[in-house]
């Protein structure tokens, strides 16, 4: 167990729909980070947060958004959905938010577009 | 453009041999690798780690060695166990995010 918390495990929406991903950091991280895995790819980086303030942007879609709240929990939104969003999220978490902090993962949100 | 790449997407090693898995990177600034243990629909495992400032960090069965001058990076599993059997990802960054640039990964099977 990593520590990071993500709910939903599972869903399934339809097209065109608004769905939000939750994710609780390990205890004492300031850091959060959203990741994508899709069948095809490998894990591409979305977004980063650090101590509620973006800290880097990844390839991350317009249609798609993020924060991380005072109490560092972070949610990402994922709107107008297609079938190709159809993916695995996974939230990750640091204690600090530069390169040679070990980087930690949730066991993911399973989004599932019909 | 591929900045991490892990060119073999296999390995099969036997039970008890080494397992060497290799990384090579394109972006020089990378300062952190890590690697990571991933099973289907869970989240990656952290393994180990090292620093641009290292040649060689150990823990347990795991080593990781880094060239920094053949931009080239490789995990040693010693002794390998059939519960070894995963995918491994390489994994760098830079500077002052910690965002983590992965490579493809390799799926590493241990036989009994």
């Known amino acids: 167990d990593s520590g990071v918390t993500q709910t939903p495990k599972h869903l399934i929406t339809a097209t065109g729909q608004r769905v939000t991903l939750r994710c609780s950091p390990r205890s004492g991280d300031l850091s959060v980070y959203w990741y994508q895995q899709s069948l095809d790819q490998g894990l591409q980086f979305l977004i980063q947060?650090?101590?509620?303030?973006?800290?880097a942007k990844g390839n991350i879609l317009e249609r798609f958004s993020a924060q991380q709240f005072p109490d560092l929990h972070s949610e990402l939104n994922l709107s107008s959905l297609e079938l190709g969003d159809s993916a695995l999220y996974f939230c990750a978490s640091s204690l600090g938010g530069n390169s040679g902090n070990t980087i930690y993962f949730g066991e993911g949100s399973w989004l599932t577009v019909v | 453009d591929q900045q991490v790449k892990q060119n073999s997407p296999s390995l099969s090693v036997q039970e008890g041999r080494i397992s060497i898995l290799n990384c090579d990177y394109t972006?020089?600034?990378?300062?952190?690798f890590l690697w990571y243990k991933k099973y289907p629909a869970e989240g990656p495992t952290f393994l180990i780690s090292?620093?641009?400032?290292?040649d060689k960090n150990e823990d347990g069965r795991f080593t990781v060695f880094l060239n920094k001058s053949a931009k080239h990076l490789s995990l040693h599993i010693v002794p390998s166990q059939p519960g070894d059997s995963a995918v491994y990802f390489c994994?760098?960054?830079?500077?002052?995010?910690?965002?983590?640039?992965f490579g493809q990964g390799t799926t590493l099977q241990v036989k009994p």
């Open positions: 090292i620093s641009s400032i290292k």
């Open positions: 947060y650090y101590n509620g303030e973006e800290r």
């Open positions: 972006n020089s600034m990378f300062d952190y």
């Open positions: 994994a760098a960054s830079e500077g002052n995010t910690g965002k983590l640039i």
